[in-house]
């Protein structure tokens, strides 16, 4: 079995590393859906042996859920994408991969409906997994997280998602919303309970995109700039790159993950999703945050987790790399405009077609309800990019 091949992101290459007894590792999606099932002997557990040399240095794992935990059968009526639950017997992969705390501030969790959210909130909560992000209300102080690890370590955790049909505030109780100030209170509320680190998990990013949409990398920034030390972004189920920011007075920097990708997915469109991120975080006796390595993660045809051979790692790496110097050098931007072409306004037109023959004017009503704002955005700006070409 592979041993992890890291990326040393902090301290900089060629500087001492403090030491660093314990570690926390910042994951990408968990999706525990068909092909990502466990064998005749049920064994959830055992779909995370892979990871098993990076798991065993590992005090705590904290991750994006990306489905609701229910043995409910009933999909709730949607416009577009797919429905995606788990049963209860998945909490065994979560176990096994050491999560201590997941973000329900996705776009899935909802996919069955308000009773199974209730459903996975319960059996997280009997499971001791802390999982904010889904019963969020903006009259409230935001859903956060602390995991105690070791003596000293307290490790904060806030989530939220960006413009979502089940958003608080849309709703009177939803999903959390990134707003500055949500952000700026849940990071202020953490600093209170005691969190010696504070991170954040977002769900943010364009599918099959190799780069960050310029106003996800905005929000992004925005939300380490309000006091957390590691944003780590999920949604996109690729890698998009990281950055370096000015982090906290006294502390050291901020680090900004765009994408991590899955750290383990039954949902892989082609093998630039197979390609994962997990974050390493080594905090010191103090609990603070002193080392960040990143750690190359690769999926099976069915979406287990393994560590790649040496030379795929160091591919995952390599592309990282130039996926960070493109954030580094703002050349992202022209990237992911390049990227999307005309395909974010030929999705939208697609979208509005299938509700049309689904359910006629009154499809797309519903449609139109559920539309982000993100989108609208988008399907603009790429319908003024095509006819600026012409």
């Not at 500087?15 to 525990?32: E, S, T, W």
């Not at 991969?97 to 409906?113: I, K, M, Q, T």
């Not at 500055?180 to 010696?196: D, V």
């Not at 790496?317 to 992202?332: E, K």
């Amino acid at each position: 079995m592979s041993e992890p091949t890291l990326l040393r992101v902090w301290p900089p290459e060629g500087d001492a590393a403090p030491d660093a007894p314990y570690r926390v590792l910042i994951g990408g999606d968990v999706l525990p859906v068909e092909p990502l099932v466990p064998g005749p002997d049920g064994d959830w557990g055992a779909l995370a042996a892979g990871l098993a040399p990076l798991l065993d240095r590992t005090d705590a794992t904290v991750a994006n859920l990306e489905c609701p935990v229910t043995a409910r059968t009933a999909a709730r009526a949607k416009i577009g994408g797919s429905s995606f639950r788990t049963p209860p017997g998945a909490l065994g992969l979560l176990t096994a991969l050491r999560v201590r705390a997941v973000s329900l501030a996705n776009n899935h969790v909802f996919d069955y409906g308000d009773d199974a959210v209730a459903d996975t909130v319960a059996l997280l909560h009997e499971a001791g997994i802390p999982a904010p992000g889904a019963t969020a209300r903006l009259d409230a102080p935001p859903e956060i997280a602390l995991v105690r690890v070791g003596q000293a370590a307290r490790v904060g955790v806030w989530t939220a998602c960006f413009d979502l049909p089940e958003t608080a505030g849309r709703r009177p109780v939803g999903l959390e919303p990134i707003r500055p100030a949500r952000a700026s209170a849940a990071a202020a509320a953490l600093a209170e309970a005691g969190a010696t680190v504070r991170i954040a998990l977002l769900h943010l990013g364009l599918e099959k995109h190799d780069h960050p949409e310029p106003a996800d990398a905005d929000a992004a920034r925005a939300v380490a700039a309000a006091g957390f030390d590691v944003v780590a972004c999920c949604h996109g189920h690729r890698i998009q790159g990281f950055e370096v920011r000015e982090g906290r007075a006294g502390s050291p920097p901020a680090f900004v993950f765009h994408g991590l990708g899955s750290l383990a997915s039954g949902c892989m469109y082609g093998m630039p999703e197979r390609e994962g991120l997990a974050v390493v975080a080594g905090l010191d006796a103090a609990g603070r945050l002193a080392t960040v390595d990143a750690v190359p993660v690769f999926l099976a045809e069915d979406g287990r987790p393994l560590l790649p051979c040496p030379e795929r790692a160091e591919a995952i790496l390599a592309r990282v790399r130039t996926l960070s110097a493109a954030i580094s050098d703002g050349s992202f931007r022209d990237a992911f405009h390049a990227e999307s072409g005309g395909g974010v306004l030929r999705s939208q037109v697609r979208d509005f077609a299938r509700a049309f023959r689904r359910g006629g004017l009154a499809g797309v009503v519903v449609k139109l309800r559920q539309a982000r704002w993100k989108h609208v955005v988008r399907a603009w700006n790429a319908l003024i990019r095509a006819i600026g070409s012409r």
